[in-house]
C-alpha cells in the first residue's frame, strides 16, 4: 500500500500511497543518507539504514522515529522486520546475524552459530522464532525469546540465498544456488527429510507462499516463475517470458495474482 521517497530539496523520506503518490507521512528525523528501506509486511512501520549505519525504525501512519539502534561491529547487510514491525532481524558484513526488539531500548541481541554470510532470513507467523540461512549452506532455527538456536538443517550444497516460513508455522522453504527448494519441517514433532525441488536450470533467487501456505513460487535466474505445491512437491506452473532472471515474486494477497522484479 505505501512506498518511501526521498524529497531532495527537503532531503528527507515521505511515505507516499502507491495508490495515488499522495504523501502519507514525512518521516521523522530522516534526512541522514537513509538507504535499504523496508517496509513491516503489516504496513505499519518502515525501517532504514542512515549513513552511519545505525538502523532508524518509523510508524509509518505517524512518521514517528519509534527507535534507533547502532554499535555493530560489522557494517548492516541485509535486515528483516517482522509482520507487525515489532521485531527485526539483521546480519552484518562480519556474517554475525541480529536480533532487534523495536520497542525496547536495549542493545541488539547476537546469534551465533553460522559460519558464513546469512543472506536469507524468516519471523515464524507468531514471532516467536527465526529462521536464517546462508553462504555456510544450512538453515537455522532459532528461539527468539532465548537467543538460542534450537535446530539446524543441512543439505543444500551451495550457499542459500531465500528462506521463508510458511503461513501455517510448520514449514519453511530455502533456496539458493545449487537450484534447488528445500521444504523443511518444523514443527515440533517434525523430523521428515526435507522435499527436495528441482527445476530450475539456475540459481533461485526468491520465494514466496501463497497466503493460506498450498503454493510457493520461487524466482529463479533461469528467467522462469514457477509454482508448486507445498504439500506433495509437485509443480503447478511454469511462468516464462523474463529475459534475465525473476529476482523477486510476491503473492498477492487474494492469492491469486503474482507480482516480479527482474
Request: glycine share 10%; net charge negative.
Given at each position: 500500500?505505501?512506498?518511501?521517497?526521498?524529497?531532495?530539496?527537503?532531503?528527507?523520506?515521505?511515505?507516499?500511497?502507491?495508490?495515488?503518490?499522495?504523501?502519507?507521512?514525512?518521516?521523522?528525523?530522516?534526512?541522514?543518507?537513509?538507504?535499504?528501506?523496508?517496509?513491516?509486511e503489516d504496513g505499519t512501520r518502515y525501517a532504514a539504514v542512515d549513513g552511519d549505519f545505525r538502523v532508524r525504525v518509523?510508524?509509518?501512519?505517524?512518521?514517528?522515529?519509534?527507535?534507533?539502534?547502532?554499535?555493530?561491529?560489522g557494517k548492516v547487510a541485509?535486515?528483516?522486520l517482522s509482520e507487525d514491525g515489532r521485531r527485526m532481524a539483521l546480519t552484518t558484513f562480519d556474517?554475525?546475524?541480529?536480533?532487534?526488539?523495536?520497542?525496547?531500548r536495549q542493545a541488539p541481541g547476537v546469534f551465533r552459530g553460522h559460519t558464513n554470510q546469512v543472506i536469507g532470513v524468516a519471523?515464524?507467523?507468531?514471532?516467536?522464532?527465526?529462521a536464517s540461512g546462508g553462504h555456510d549452506r544450512t538453515v537455522r532455527l532459532w528461539d527468539v525469546a532465548a537467543g538460542r538456536e534450537v535446530r539446524t538443517f543441512s543439505g543444500h550444497t551451495e550457499g542459500i540465498w531465500r528462506v521463508v516460513y510458511n503461513p501455517n508455522g510448520k514449514q519453511v522453504a530455502?533456496?539458493?544456488?545449487?537450484?534447488?527448494?528445500?521444504?523443511?519441517?518444523v514443527s515440533s514433532s517434525g523430523s521428515r527429510k526435507p522435499r527436495v525441488i528441482e527445476g530450475h536450470k539456475a540459481m533461485v533467487s526468491d520465494l514466496d507462499y501463497t497466503p493460506d501456505g498450498k503454493l510457493l513460487a520461487s524466482g529463479g535466474n533461469d528467467g522462469t516463475v514457477r509454482i508448486w505445491d507445498t504439500e506433495t512437491g509437485?509443480?503447478?506452473?511454469?511462468?516464462?517470458?523474463?529475459?534475465?532472471?525473476?529476482?523477486?515474486?510476491?503473492f498477492h494477497p487474494d492469492g491469486r495474482r503474482l507480482a516480479t522484479i527482474t
Open positions: 500500500d505505501f512506498y518511501a521517497d526521498a524529497r531532495k530539496e527537503q532531503g528527507d523520506l515521505v511515505v507516499r500511497r502507491v495508490a495515488d503518490g499522495s504523501v502519507q507521512s514525512v518521516l521523522e528525523d530522516s534526512g541522514h543518507k537513509m538507504h535499504m528501506g523496508t517496509f513491516s518509523w510508524d509509518v501512519a505517524s512518521g514517528r522515529l519509534v527507535n534507533r539502534f547502532g554499535g555493530f561491529d541485509y535486515m528483516w556474517s554475525m546475524l541480529h536480533y532487534i526488539d523495536v520497542d525496547r519471523f515464524s507467523p507468531d514471532g516467536k522464532l527465526l530455502s533456496a539458493g544456488m545449487d537450484r534447488t527448494v528445500r521444504l523443511w519441517d509437485e509443480l503447478q506452473r511454469v511462468l516464462e517470458g523474463w529475459k534475465c532472471c525473476a529476482s523477486s515474486v510476491a
